[in-house]
């Protein structure tokens, strides 16, 4: 499901409520190219980190697996499906 190779996401938000939870998937795109070469990730990146108002983090998890054939470095990243559980 994951690769060798390290990647980063920072998060900081600037909501009233507490966050919870936090879960995303990542996507590894050819620039220019509409196809997600990152294996279907399930679950997806999460972290179980309370985060106060104005709290950042900063994650480290390994990539994802990529399509056979593509370097990590030549690839655009991006965050895809996202979601947020706010404390009550």
Do not use: D, H
Not at 46 to 69: D, S
Request: with cysteine; glycine share 4%; proline share 7%.
């Amino acid at each position: 499901m994951f690769s060798e190779f390290p990647a980063a996401n920072s998060s900081r938000k600037y909501v009233a409520n507490t966050v919870n939870k936090v879960e995303w998937q990542v996507e590894a795109y050819v620039p220019g190219f509409s196809s997600n070469l990152a294996e279907y990730q399930y679950p997806a990146y999460q972290t179980e980190k309370i985060l106060k108002r104005n709290e950042g983090i900063v994650f480290c998890y390994a990539a994802p697996k990529l399509k056979e054939g593509y370097l990590p470095a030549s690839l655009e990243w991006r965050v895809g499906y996202k979601r947020v559980n706010f404390a009550p």
